[in-house]
């Protein structure tokens, strides 16, 4: 099982303005680059706040790309996932999971998403060690997540992440905007998750980075 991060941010860390206003962050070359780690991974994986706020389709969008399309996967406890939403609409064409913490939504099953049922932890939030494992028994293993900052950071909190892939855009946005990676709960420097870099280069104006852990 392997875990990818992927982080469009500011120059300090932000994925939004205080407003909600994300798109685009980062530049074209850059969101291509993401659009071929989507198509190398078995599935990407948002939660349900981005799912609500973009309406995303989480699919691979490539000139001339006519390989498969990864599954995509909602963190979605209370399975808020609208069934006017593009990922709803959509799941007969492309894989579609829901991760919950309570009975499979009927709107949601007829309309082809596979709902998975996750213990919870915390405040209703499904258990991120348990759901790699669910999601890895259905042959998806290598996970491509991909928003926002909490579940971001949850990844980072349970010690998932095996790489991040890290497009920083050139400009700088302030406190007051959103962070890329929610609350890690680091009360030292030791505590703190340790990656290294291991690749950089540039896509048009951004920076493009690469960790590993260790």
């Known amino acids: 099982m392997s875990v990818t991060l992927k982080l469009a941010t500011s120059l300090d860390g932000r994925i939004a303005t205080a407003s909600g ?12 680059q993401v659009h071929r780690l989507r198509a190398a991974h078995d599935a ?3 939660g349900i706040e981005t799912a609500l706020a973009d309406d995303p389709s989480l699919t691979v969008r ?7 399309q990864p599954a995509r996967v909602v963190l979605d406890s209370r399975q808020r996932l609208p069934a006017d939403s593009v990922l709803v609409k959509t799941a007969r064409e ?18 082809g998403v596979r709902v998975l049922r996750a213990p919870a932890i915390g405040k209703d939030r499904p258990d991120l060690k348990v759901v790699a494992q669910m999601l890895a ?5 290598d996970l491509f997540v991909e928003g926002g900052g909490q579940v971001a ?3 980072l909190r349970c010690g998932l992440v095996d790489t991040i892939e890290w497009f920083r855009a050139p400009i700088v946005i ?11 709960a ?15 280069g540039q896509l048009g104006d951004d920076l493009w980075e690469r960790y590993s852990r260790g």
Do not use: C, K, M, N
């Open 186 to 200: 680091v009360a030292a420097l030791a505590e703190a998750p340790h990656f290294r870099r291991v690749e950089v």
């Open 174 to 184: 302030g406190g007051e905007g959103r962070p890329g990676v929610g609350a890690l």
């Open 94 to 111: 492309v894989p579609t999971y829901v991760v919950a913490t309570g009975a499979p939504d009927p709107a949601l099953t007829r309309a």
């Open 62 to 68: 490539l000139p001339g790309y006519g390989g498969r």
């Open 44 to 46: 990407v994986v948002v």
């Open 137 to 141: 028994d259905e042959g998806l293993s």
């Open 21 to 32: 206003e994300s798109r685009w962050i980062t530049g074209p070359q850059a969101r291509e």
């Open 153 to 155: 950071g949850s990844f």
